[in-house]
């Protein structure tokens, strides 16, 4: 897509970050256009991949006990309303009640922790998806304008997915690699092969000095390369 200011509009919308004034322009414009609308999907699509890859948080390991640590033990709470001939039936039905209150009262508690950890999990994903960079990779060599490379980024793991579509397949004896720009790096740090046939892939390299790092694909003997030695096909300059 030619168009910078959609692009952008594109990815604060993948990330949940685009007020309603920036998503009516956006969606408007997805419903003229074919590109404008695939762009949208490929960069929601890419942000999901890498929220999904975010490990699930557990709570904190005492919060179970000091919950647990609240409640009366779950045998007491049978034992009673266990009916004896010498309890008034009056007793009896308000000690079952109290039994009910207290068997309930475990299970909201019981439903409260799991409520947590998922809340938990949702924040997580979230804080990941509130960092994330979108960005597309500009093809480099005329024979692969055809092609969509779109790299999400998180800066705080150092780590991405790269989504790939109608990538041609290499040449005998040879393989794309990915590369990460880091300006204050001394060459391009490689983030490894990428396979032609593969929709999208994860990758984590080594920390990096800058928020928004370039990325580069190049094509290369068969194995890969430590040092780019082939030609760019795709790249993206790091952010100033």
Same mark, same amino acid.
């Given at each position: 897509m030619n168009n910078p200011h959609l692009e952008e509009l594109a990815a &604060?919308? @993948?990330l949940g &970050? *685009?007020?309603g004034a920036g998503q009516k322009e956006l969606f408007q414009a997805a419903d003229h256009d074919a590109e404008i609308d695939q762009t949208l999907r490929d960069f929601t699509e890419t942000a999901a991949a890498l929220a999904y890859n975010v =490990? %699930?948080?557990q709570p904190p390991p005492g919060l179970k006990r000091e919950i647990m640590h609240q409640l009366p033990a779950r045998s007491t709470a049978f034992k009673i309303i266990r009916f004896t001939s010498w309890i008034p039936y #009056? %007793? @009896?039905a308000c000690l079952m009640v109290i039994g009910i209150y207290q068997t309930l009262l475990i299970l909201s508690l019981d439903q409260k922790l799991v409520s947590i950890q998922s809340e938990a999990t949702e924040l997580k994903q979230g804080n990941a998806l509130m960092g994330l960079r979108l960005a597309t990779l500009e093809a480099k060599d005329a024979t692969y304008s055809g092609a969509k490379v779109i790299v999400a980024w998180d800066p705080h793991a150092h780590r991405g997915v790269i989504s790939l579509q109608n990538l041609p397949l290499p040449p005998a004896g040879h393989d794309y690699q990915l590369w990460v720009l880091d =300006?204050? @790096?001394e060459v391009p740090i490689n983030a490894g092969l990428i396979m032609a046939d593969t929709a999208s892939r994860s990758f984590s390299v080594q920390p990096v000095s800058t928020s928004g790092p370039g990325f580069a694909i190049s094509l290369e003997p068969s194995g890969g390369q430590p040092t780019p030695t082939g #030609? %760019? *096909?795709f790249a993206l300059a790091p952010e100033q």
């Amino acid at each position: 897509m030619n168009n910078p200011h959609l692009e952008e509009l594109a990815a &604060l919308q @993948a990330l949940g &970050l *685009l007020d309603g004034a920036g998503q009516k322009e956006l969606f408007q414009a997805a419903d003229h256009d074919a590109e404008i609308d695939q762009t949208l999907r490929d960069f929601t699509e890419t942000a999901a991949a890498l929220a999904y890859n975010v =490990p %699930i948080v557990q709570p904190p390991p005492g919060l179970k006990r000091e919950i647990m640590h609240q409640l009366p033990a779950r045998s007491t709470a049978f034992k009673i309303i266990r009916f004896t001939s010498w309890i008034p039936y #009056p %007793i @009896a039905a308000c000690l079952m009640v109290i039994g009910i209150y207290q068997t309930l009262l475990i299970l909201s508690l019981d439903q409260k922790l799991v409520s947590i950890q998922s809340e938990a999990t949702e924040l997580k994903q979230g804080n990941a998806l509130m960092g994330l960079r979108l960005a597309t990779l500009e093809a480099k060599d005329a024979t692969y304008s055809g092609a969509k490379v779109i790299v999400a980024w998180d800066p705080h793991a150092h780590r991405g997915v790269i989504s790939l579509q109608n990538l041609p397949l290499p040449p005998a004896g040879h393989d794309y690699q990915l590369w990460v720009l880091d =300006p204050k @790096a001394e060459v391009p740090i490689n983030a490894g092969l990428i396979m032609a046939d593969t929709a999208s892939r994860s990758f984590s390299v080594q920390p990096v000095s800058t928020s928004g790092p370039g990325f580069a694909i190049s094509l290369e003997p068969s194995g890969g390369q430590p040092t780019p030695t082939g #030609p %760019i *096909l795709f790249a993206l300059a790091p952010e100033q």
